[in-house]
């Protein structure tokens, strides 16, 4: 079957996505669970390597900073944790495609071979968590006001450290759900990529938002086990974003990238 050929002038401003079920996000998790169970070494490795990332960065915002810093640095974690998940979404295009599953492969066609633009998302993400993280830092000074609070004053501060928090969540959510597969799979540019991401949630608001109460879910889990769940939630998230997007954007229109993983095309048997 001859390749089709792709003009870059006339390529569309924004994927189209489809209609997502409500409870489509519980079968993401389902293909996220059986993409773990089929490469456990290699996302294993990478769930532990990033919950001890993690772990130390809350440790050090608890050592040097104060209790509120540190709920501050866990709700803003919910804003870069689809960057870390970029190498899960390159072991999920592997087993699609039948390859031999190579950790390495996966952090170099996830990172390196799509460095540009990866670069210039991450900045977005680094301005917003630095945003958040100041805004935080400023309900805390305000809030609670005694030394010693009670219940109620915890109750205020943790609703309007809520709000605040719920107003980047979405705005970041939203770019993100669906971005950096994008950008993984096909050959676009982060712009194309974010507003392909919006659209998306935008058609299926209910839909992520459930998908997003799930993500809080299991990473609150994750840090209530004392990141030991992490290691093997946060690898099912990421693998479950991907299968997300597969079933989300209609990329077609897009040419795949010249050499990497997703320069070939899934397997048939793939889901």
Not at 197 to 209: E, H, Q
């Amino acid at each position: 079957m001859a390749e089709q050929s792709y003009d870059s002038d006339t390529m569309p401003f924004v994927a189209p996505c489809r209609d997502v079920p409500f409870l489509a996000p519980l079968r993401w998790l389902r293909l996220g669970f059986a993409d773990f169970k089929r490469a456990v070494p290699q996302s294993l490795g990478y769930g532990i390597f990033m919950s001890a990332t993690i772990a130390l960065v809350c440790f050090l915002a608890w050592r040097y900073g104060s209790f509120w810093f540190l709920f501050a640095m866990l709700g803003g974690f919910i804003f870069l944790a689809p960057l870390t998940c970029i190498g899960l979404y390159a072991i999920s295009a592997q087993l699609e495609r039948e390859q031999s599953v190579s950790l390495k492969r996966a952090i170099r066609a996830g990172i390196k071979r799509h460095l540009g633009n990866e670069l210039t998302f991450a900045i977005v993400l680094l301005v917003v968590f630095l945003v958040w993280a100041r805004a935080g830092a400023m309900v805390s000074i305000f809030f609670p006001v005694q030394a010693e609070p009670d219940f109620r004053e915890l109750l205020t501060f943790l609703g309007i450290g809520t709000a605040v928090g719920a107003v980047f969540a979405t705005i970041t959510f939203s770019a993100s759900a669906f971005s950096l597969p994008m950008i993984m799979h096909r050959k676009v540019d982060a712009v194309t990529a974010v507003i392909t991401s919006i659209n998306a949630v935008l058609r299926n608001k209910l839909t992520m938002m459930f998908w997003l109460a799930l993500i809080v879910l299991l990473v609150m889990v994750g840090f209530a086990t004392a990141f030991i769940g992490m290691t093997v939630l946060l690898p099912v998230i990421g693998h479950a974003a991907w299968h997300g997007y597969q079933e989300t954007i209609d990329a077609s229109a897009f040419p795949r990238h010249d050499v990497g993983i997703t320069a070939v095309p899934r397997a048939e048997t793939a889901h």
